[in-house]
């Protein structure tokens, strides 16, 4: 393996990319670090550039004036949008190494449906579904009643999270379906719409980081989405997570491994759909059994403050092997400890929330990790500026001690408006 540091952009702004950029900097293979945008957290770890993750000339740029090696690319609209082709396709910039797939590969996101019909021609285990366009609409409500309720309705493409729709009945289902597909509620992204059987059971996301033949397992882990204790209310994009997963057992993962991830792998190359980097697998645990509920392309959030964490592993040199295609030579070390992730927001989030709030309490965390995630620097202080504003992960012998610690140090952060769930980690 080559010594050369490697000059690294990783693109994106939230808790995610503050958590790769802290893995990063702990590599001795790291050279410059660049954060497009960036936060107020990763100002620490690397330099923050202005610049967004779909300005492909202003990437191209900011590659030749530092000289990168890797471009990491952390959430899924730059993927989706093709930064891999774009990259590869460049003379200037083909010696790069990219940490995410071709655009066609990161369909496995983009559209709901292409990532159903990927699943059904390799017999990875998922759903029943039906996908509609406003072409067969009234073959839609038709399918639609003869479901027995919930049923899941899903925009085809990319609705920043909020996309799918578990209809209690039939009406509200109908309802859903013609919001979607008459009333173009998510414009594009809903112009088809995949109908599918609900799944009753328990959910977790597995990661796998693949060079396009051979894949490492990175841990396991499960996040919170709902905003109300107990899991109630409005879905957000997440209010805590913990790894290592109580009920993924051995025997499970092993299932997990032979059905699903293989599958999906070797379904990839088999297609030759190039595809490297992460593939998040969203699961859910029924009667034992796993099923694919999505696929992602990147890494998950909050998962990724426990993700990362637990790794034990250099991460540039995984992507420097998976750049080689020799990620068959690595083997992934686990942490033993558990990590648990709390997420602080903003006041009334999901919905309408206020930004620029100045937070205090910084200096007074002891043994946590604070990822920063809609956060911004603003004359000398910490301001908050998204919905989800800091991730506290903290390590434990067992994941309640580990949440115990997280709990400590979030009462010490003060802002206007902050709340939490109190109750991550609740079933175990």
Known sequence: MSAKQQNILLLGGGGRECTLAWKLKQSPLCGNLFIAPGNAGTAAYGTNLPLSVTDFAGIKKTCLDHNIDIVLPGPEDPLVAGIYDFIKGDADL?????????????????????????????????????????????????????????????????????????????????????????????????????????????????????????????????????????????????????????????????????????????????????????????????????????????????????????????LVELMLAMGAGKLNEVTVQHSAQAAGTVMLVSGGYPGDYAKGKVMTGFDKVNGSMLFHAGTASKDGAVVTSGGRVLAITSYGTNIKAALAKSYENAAHIQYDGIYYRKDIGWEF
């Open 94 to 314: 083909q010696h790069i190494i990219v940490a995410g797939p071709s655009k066609e590969g990161a369909q496995l996101e983009g559209s709901k449906a292409f990532s159903k019909r990927f699943m059904e021609r390799h017999n990875i285990p998922t759903a029943a579904y039906r996908e509609f366009t406003a072409a067969n609409y009234t073959e839609g409500e038709a399918y639609i009643r003869t479901q027995q309720p919930p049923v899941v309705l899903k925009a085809d493409g990319l609705a920043a999270g909020k996309g799918v729709v578990i209809a209690q009945s039939t009406d509200e289902a109908l309802a859903a379906f013609h919001a979607m597909i008459m009333d173009r509620q998510f414009g594009e992204a809903s112009s088809k719409v995949v109908i599918e059987q609900f799944l009753d059971g328990i959910e977790l996301s597995v990661f796998a980081f693949t060079d396009g033949a051979n894949y490492v397992l990175l841990p396991e882990a499960k996040d919170y989405k709902r905003i109300g204790e107990g899991d109630t209310g409005l879905n957000t994009g997440g209010m805590g997570a913990i790894s290592p997963v109580p009920f993924a057992d051995a025997a499970f993962m092993q299932k997990v491994i032979s059905r699903i991830v293989e599958p999906t792998v070797n379904g990839l190359k088999a297609e030759n759909i190039i595809y490297n980097g992460f593939i998040f697998f969203g699961l859910i645990k029924v009667n034992g059994e796993p099923y694919v509920i999505e696929y992602n392309c990147r890494m998950g959030d909050p998962e990724t403050e426990v993700v990362m964490p637990r790794l034990e592993n250099d």
